[in-house]
């Protein structure tokens, strides 16, 4: 029986999106609906059947939705999450699947029109008091989870922000079921929130998992667990993907997967081999999204330790601790491998594979860098941010910014090498002048913001003298610079760490210099009134 899309007409308004599904005289009408997406099914009346899977672009209230058949059409009212929030699409992707048929010019924004909205009020009121009564969503897709805490013990959660370490003090709980998934399998964990407190951390115990909230939970209390999933489904899209890739990467050139990474904005598959050619790789990522576009299913099952059939598919081996069924993410006629990962249920949820390249990897392997799914967007958004800015600064257009951004290279390299023999002219002449003062002072202070450690050594070998005491500084007189103290030896020696200390620096020194980093060059004035000080009170003593 042959399946097709059915063309879907769409409204947005203050509380409601309208889908309309357009086939006359349905019958086997489905409709599931949960806060992220619909899966519409019926056939016509000619028998084929019809069929849309739609991610919806935001979350809706699904116990709040309805839907109603008539001889031309299937209708479906869904309640927003949040009211008075505009639809610019009616899914969250740009680019839609050809097997989803949506009618875009049908769109009406709902911004300006509230007397519409007002007027129309009664006759939804009216339309909802006569759909059909919605059943609950389907288990597999609830994101919401009714479960009992079994413990609650004081922990400690070790997190990285910034770039900066901090402990967090809070609670590790047990609950008697969860649909949040622990770190594992080259998979990071889940977040969500218990009772609306943040989980920030899961982490498996064995059979059980630990979830991290900083808010202490009664044992033997009901809770309701809410899973993020957003960052759910991007872990699904990736970790499909490397099954994918890593599959038809074996299959086509024998390379190996050792091992992989799903990291915050892209992803790597460690490979065997020394290195992947650029032609391998667009074969690969050809091969790749040919799957997609064939929406191969994906598939879970479970079999008991020992069954046969364990030993014929791909696996690194089971967990010390493991206990209960084996797991089997199979891809229909490509690859089946053991994995407690969470996957997609169709290759065709992956949407498109874009392969970044190779790295060199550790041990004689090669890293493959991937992306898949809404990353593929977001990057392809970034991208094109970025090439708007560049085509503003650079007044040209995107292919020409490569050499535009050459010849500011060269220009700056030509500017900073004439800056540089101007600074060498300039302390040249500051010694001379220095030098040719009758009335030398016997202490001399000098600042220049653009300077560099160069332009001080210059200065100093310059006047070369063992009677004055010279105190050159460069860089930002509000943030850090460069010092360097130079004069008699035993004077130097003693005052270097003390001018090191008042900067806030360090530094070191030996045959009557001491020069270092400061990183508060706004004490110079203190360093000045020491260094008087002390020759003062040399001269005093003499």
């Known amino acids: 029986m042959a399946r097709q899309p059915a063309k879907t007409l769409w409204y947005d308004r203050l509380r409601y999106v309208f889908l309309e599904f357009c086939v006359e005289e349905s019958m086997d009408v489905k409709v599931d609906l949960d806060d992220y997406k619909v899966t519409f099914s019926c056939k016509n009346a000619d028998g084929v059947e019809m069929y849309n899977e739609i991610q919806f672009y935001a979350r809706v209230n699904s116990k709040d939705s309805q839907n109603k058949r008539s001889g031309r059409s299937i209708t479906l009212f869904v309640r927003k999450w949040k ?9 969250k992707e740009e680019f839609k699947p050809g097997w989803l048929s949506v009618d875009f010019d049908n769109w009406r924004d709902w911004e300006g029109d509230e007397e519409v909205e007002a007027a129309m009020v009664e006759q939804y009121a009216e339309l909802m008091q006569k759909v059909t009564t919605k059943g609950p969503p389907p288990a597999m897709d609830d994101l919401d989870f009714t479960t009992q805490v079994v413990s609650c013990c004081p922990a400690k959660l070790s997190i990285e922000t910034g770039g900066k370490k901090q402990t967090l003090h809070g609670f590790d709980v047990i609950l008697e079921d969860t649909i949040l998934f622990p770190e594992g399998g080259g998979q990071p964990d889940d977040r969500g929130f218990i009772n609306d407190i ?32 957003d960052r759910r489904f991007d872990h699904m899209q990736q970790h499909s993907g490397q099954h994918l890739i890593t599959a038809l990467a074996d299959q086509m050139f024998g390379f190996k997967t050792t091992s992989w990474d799903l990291g915050r904005q892209r992803s790597a598959i460690e490979l065997d081999t020394s290195s992947v050619t650029a032609d391998q790789v667009a074969a690969l990522e050809q091969s790749v999204n040919d799957k997609i576009r064939a929406r191969l299913p994906v598939v879970v099952r479970e079999l008991v330790v020992g069954d046969p059939e364990i030993q014929m598919v791909r696996s690194r081996g089971l967990p010390e601790d493991h206990t209960g069924p084996v797991r089997i993410i199979s891809i229909e006629g490509i690859d089946a491998n053991m994995c407690c990962g969470t996957h997609v249920s169709n290759l065709s949820d992956l949407q498109v594979i874009k392969l970044l390249g190779t790295e060199k990897g550790k041990r004689n392997k090669t890293n493959l860098v991937f992306l898949a799914g809404n990353r593929v967007l977001k990057a392809l958004e970034r991208s094109y941010s970025t090439e708007k800015a560049m085509t503003t600064l650079l007044k040209n257009g995107p292919e020409e910014h490569v050499e535009a951004v050459k010849r500011l290279q060269n220009s700056m390299k030509q500017l900073q090498k004439n800056n540089l023999n101007l600074l060498r002219d300039l302390a040249v002449l500051t010694a001379q002048s220095f030098k040719s003062n009758l009335a030398q002072v016997p202490v001399f202070v000098l600042h220049r913001k653009e300077g560099d450690s160069e332009f001080m050594n210059i200065i100093a070998n310059e006047i070369g003298t063992d009677e004055t005491l010279l105190f050159l500084s460069v860089g930002d007189e509000k943030a850090a610079g460069l010092f360097l103290l130079t004069g008699p030896p035993e004077t130097v ?9 008042l900067l806030e620096g360090k530094g070191s020194g030996k045959h009557g210099r001491y020069q270092g980093k400061a990183t508060r060059m706004s004490r110079r004035a203190e360093v000045e009134a020491l260094l008087q000080e002390y020759t003062s009170e040399q001269s005093t003593e003499q």
């Open 83 to 91: 009211d008075k929030v505009p639809w610019p699409r009616l899914t």
């Open 198 to 229: 943040p989980v920030l951390r899961v982490t498996r115990q064995g059979p059980g998992a630990l979830h991290f909230i900083q808010t202490a939970l009664e044992p033997g209390s009901k809770v309701q667990l809410v899973l993020d999933w």
């Open 493 to 501: 020696e003693q005052l270097g760490p003390r001018v090191a200390e």
